[in-house]
């Protein structure tokens, strides 16, 4: 799909809309991710291809149809689409995995450029999520840092270079993403003050704002954005003009997006028509 055009359908519909001109075989496939999205969503390749009586490639081959980069993408997209059709309280909530495996190659060079715009800084505050485990990974030549984060991961990557001081909010772990919800991170940054907030996104768009797939944990977002004396959005083209779920709050809000959307695609322009301070990267 094209990321200069702001996506009007999202995938559930576009599946439908797509199901009679499929062959038989693909028709199968969209009739399960229809009927039975969450254990299409839980379940990984293998699992659904047998349950299916397909093959891998063939699972592939029908992810593709709807412009994605594989089964992970997908994935996510449909996760995004059940939520926002049936917004259940009890959202399914994409694999870490999954997040993991989508533009590795996008998010590195988002968190490089992220780490060039804290140099100097001596306290920072992280967001859960891959690219803010990317971006942890990233620090390894920033200075000894105090770095907090609500997510396990995130901390284990920043962690591994041996010289930050590195925190965790508390709270309780969610399993899929490995990050922590809960009364607890507001206590861990209560009359606290960091320099910089590293934040991610699930959904970013000029009209809803920047959006998450969970409610506490767009309530935690915003406790993490009060700490910081500025917010850095971190985020890969996949995410403009997703549906849109628990809205975290206002484009107008943050202080800076880094993305690797291209430059000049319709969706950048219509953000810099609005003065939003967008920080282009490249992943070539």
Do not use: W, Y
């Not at 993408?73 to 694999?95: D, G, M, T, W, Y």
């Not at 996008?106 to 505050?125: D, F, P, R, T």
């Not at 083209?237 to 107008?252: A, N």
């Not at 800076?256 to 322009?269: F, K, M």
């Amino acid at each position: 799909m094209d990321q200069g055009t702001p996506s009007q359908k999202n995938l559930l519909q576009e599946i439908r809309d797509t199901r009679s001109t499929l062959s038989t075989k693909m028709r199968k496939i969209a009739d399960f991710a229809l009927d039975q999205p969450e254990d299409f969503i839980r379940q990984n390749s293998k699992d659904v291809s047998k349950a299916l009586g397909t093959s891998e490639p063939t699972l592939i081959r029908f992810c593709k149809i709807f412009g994605v980069s594989g089964v992970a993408e997908f994935r996510i997209n449909l996760a995004l689409s059940l939520v926002a059709e049936q917004r259940k309280l009890s959202a399914i909530e994409p694999q870490a995995a999954d997040r993991r495996s989508i533009n590795r190659s996008g998010k590195m060079a988002i968190a490089q450029a992220a780490v060039n715009l804290v140099q100097g800084e001596s306290a920072l505050l992280l967001d859960n999520g891959s690219t803010a485990e990317i971006f942890a990974l990233a620090i390894k030549d920033l200075p000894p840092t105090t770095i907090m984060t609500s997510g396990l991961l995130v901390a284990q990557a920043a962690l591994s270079h041996g010289k930050h001081n590195v925190v965790v909010t508390g709270g309780t772990v969610r399993q899929a993403s490995m990050c922590m919800t809960g009364r607890l991170v507001l206590e861990a940054v209560r009359d606290t003050q960091f320099d910089t907030f590293i934040m991610g996104a699930d959904c970013i768009s000029l009209e809803r704002g920047i959006s998450t797939f969970l409610e506490d944990e767009a309530q935690n977002t915003r406790i993490l954005m009060g700490a910081a004396r500025r917010t850095v959005v971190l985020v890969d083209g996949s995410k403009f003009d997703k549906p849109s779920l628990h809205r975290i709050c206002g484009i107008d809000q943050v202080d800076c997006i880094v993305t690797d959307l291209p430059h000049d695609s319709e969706i950048a322009r219509q953000f810099a028509h609005k003065g939003i301070n967008l920080e282009f990267v490249s992943s070539d």
